[in-house]
């Protein structure tokens, strides 16, 4: 920090210092103007924030992008995401919605080179050409595409070391005709990484109905290797016309291992100690296509049009094999044959999705402005799991957990919306949107149906001085997973399983918003008002109160008020600041605990970013973010942040860039959860566990090179947009 402070001083010393010429300088030839997106652009929708322009993005996934996006935190303990604290948050891919678990989506955002990705929405104010599915928000990742003329190619690679080595490669080329484009990417990842959780506490023990004492911990490493491509395309046969598509496709081979321990002390005298370790090797593999056009009709209305398809394989083979010792160390057999020595399982799973959409804008006259659109969807869902119990040396079957499920599907939607210019400050939009949703699974006999209208309301007002109002209101729903339903169980020890809930409702959520925009200040107030909120890993138990469950869970309600306030600021010309604060006002009730309870907290977090301008072409970024206590259903989560830090180095006559990262700069990324202190739960289980980031075992860094060659030229578009999201299309 002594050495930033004096590279600053020095920065601020030559920055205000004159600019003369003597008499012998001869005048340049042409002079090159390069600027910086900000980082951050406040919509009516929400945010935008341009990630190119952080240093942290360089050898980052996306996963770890969003990690350090202010209000989003990603759980990686639950694979669920929340935004500003609320979680039902559904993540789009340009625009369209990814049709996969939540845990299948962090495996695929963590197999995302960040280097191709031009910027992430996010969109707490969604109107009503979006899904409604997120009632917690929506989170849009933007990939790049070619929009210069001439040829352009940009290659990038990092090194780094943490709990193992790392490595990303990645190489981009684009080149842009007067009437087309084309752009393709190509990138991999290797990355050792070591995360895990520890704890201990009480509970009445599940078989021997007794007060015990426990330990548990599982420590996990994971070796990863990924290879992804990326082709776009696009053409423009006439002025009023634009062609276009892409192709995604991602492979990706992962090696886990974790050692899963744990140890009963009974109350009786009586104890046992459980070593096991999991060896698994997931086989995942990705493809996406899609094709869009856009017509201008006239000089006042567009049709656009869009049919994507993904295809989603996934084979996790795993193998448990288990020990059991007595408290002087010495092995043991427990006689309960819930106690084996081994579990091996298999899980297959495959989701195709095709979607289409079309959407219809135009103009009457100069105060109207009308949408009109239409989206159908179908997906189908497969897997095949199994899990094996090594009894007596044989092989066995554990009916309970063996699974064979397929689904399908079929989501239907219909909207309009219309924008009134009421003057040349103020506008009035009005949108309304019906869904019609339906998932098939075999396992049961009944769909799951729901059909419902989804109104949005915004009225903006800017002022003379460039600030700006707005007030909105929209509803939103976020719909299960099919494998939130699906009750097949997965082991977590003797003891305990994971499961789904085929009893899990949908999320209906209203939000009431206002915000006000300065060019420095962002405030904004809403209340929000959730239907049956879920919740993952949630614990209860089976019906003959023998064995722990992990399944989602729905609250009865969670009502919020929340304040958020976003400032920024440049003390000098090279110095640039920006704060964040989220404030919320909630109050819960959980039913699924041993009693019905409710509960009203405040959740507060903030967020910080300097970007800093330094002598010798160096250029610095120092970021972080803090949750402060909170409550999350029947758990209570202690305050935990992180701070990170980035230096880059220009090298002179475009001969690139070097970088150096180094994430959670103090090893602070950890967990601490008190699993049943908000209220007491199944079997009476209090206990509290650290769960830890990688980074808070190890020191990770990162040294990234970076090198563009070729010269374009921005050019100039035919293309209409509705918004400032020209490349999404719905």
Known sequence: MIILFFLATSASSQLSGKVERSKGDSLLGEVVVTAKKELTKHTPGGKVFNIQSSLLTKGSNALQVLERLPGVI????????????????????????????????????????????????????????????????????????????????NASATLGYGYRGKAVGSISLSHGFKNASVFGSYSWIYDGVRSGFMGDGTNEDLLYKGSTFATFSG???????????????????????????????????????????????????????????????????????????????????????????????????????????????????????????????????????????????????????????????????????????????????DLRSQSVVNSREKIAALYTQFKFLLNTNASFQLGLRYEYWRRDIGLYKEPFIIGKLFPSLLYTR?????????????????????????????????????????????????????????????????????????????????????????????????????????????PAMWWKITLGSTTSLRNYKVSY??????????????????????????????????NFRFYEGTNIISGFGVINFALAKKLKNDKGSFQLSLPDLFGSFRVRTHIGGMTPIAFNIDTHSTWRNESAFYRVIKLTYTRSFGKSSIRSSTRNSRSEEVERIQ
């Open 74 to 153: 990603t759980d990686r303990r639950n694979n669920q995401f929340s935004l500003n604290g609320q979680s039902g948050v559904t993540v789009l891919f340009n625009g369209r919605r990814v049709g996969l678990s939540m845990e299948e989506l962090m495996n695929l955002l963590e197999s995302t080179v960040a280097d191709n990705i031009d910027k992430i929405e996010l969109i707490t104010s969604a109107d009503a050409k979006y899904d409604a599915d997120g009632s917690g928000g929506i989170i849009n990742i933007i990939f790049k595409k070619s929009e210069q003329e001439g040829t352009r190619v």
């Open 219 to 397: 420590i996990s490493r994971r070796f990863q290797n990924t290879h992804n491509l990326n082709l776009t395309g696009e053409i423009r046969p006439g002025i009023k016309t634009t062609l276009g598509g892409d192709m995604a496709f991602s492979t990706n081979k992962t090696h886990n291992l974790t050692n899963n321990a744990g140890s009963w002390q009974y109350d009786n005298g009586n104890y046992l100690r459980y070593m096991a370790l999991s060896e698994g090797n997931n086989r995942r593999h990705n493809i996406s296509t899609s094709v869009y056009s856009k017509h201008k009709l006239s000089a006042n209305s567009q049709l656009n049009l869009d049919a994507s398809f993904i295809h989603y394989n996934s084979n996790n083979p795993a193998i448990i094999n288990a020990r059991y010792y007595d408290e002087t160390g010495d092995p043991v057999i427990p006689a309960d044959s819930n106690f084996t020595s081994g579990n091996r399982g298999e899980s297959f799973s495959t989701i195709e999705a095709l979607t289409f959409s079309m959407d219809y804008t135009s103009k009457f006259g100069k105060k109207v402005q009308a949408e009109f659109g239409s989206r159908g969807s179908i997906s189908e869902n497969s897997n095949n799991s199994r899990v094996e119990r090594l009894v007596n040396d044989q092989w066995t079957i």
């Open 593 to 626: 605990s041993l009693q019905p309870a409710v509960k009203t907290f405040i959740f507060q977090n903030l967020t910080f970013n300097q970007q800093l301008q330094l002598p010798w072409q160096l250029e610095a970024e120092l970021n972080g973010w803090y």
């Open 462 to 570: 800017s002022f003379t001085n460039g600030s700006a109002l707005s007030v909105g209101y929209n509803r939103r729903i976020s719909r299960p997973a099919y494998t939130d339903l699906v009750s097949s169980l997965f082991y977590n020890d003797p003891t305990f399983v994971f499961s789904g809930n085929p009893l899990l409702k949908p999320t209906i959520s209203d939000i009431f918003k206002a915000e006000y925009n300065q060019k420095q200040l962002n405030i904004s107030l809403s209340f929000q008002a959730d239907q049956h909120p879920v919740l993952r890993y949630q614990i209860t138990s089976n019906e003959t109160k023998e064995i722990g469950i992990s399944s989602p869970q729905n609250l009865d309600y969670q009502k919020n008020i929340n304040l958020a306030i976003n400032y920024s600021l440049q």
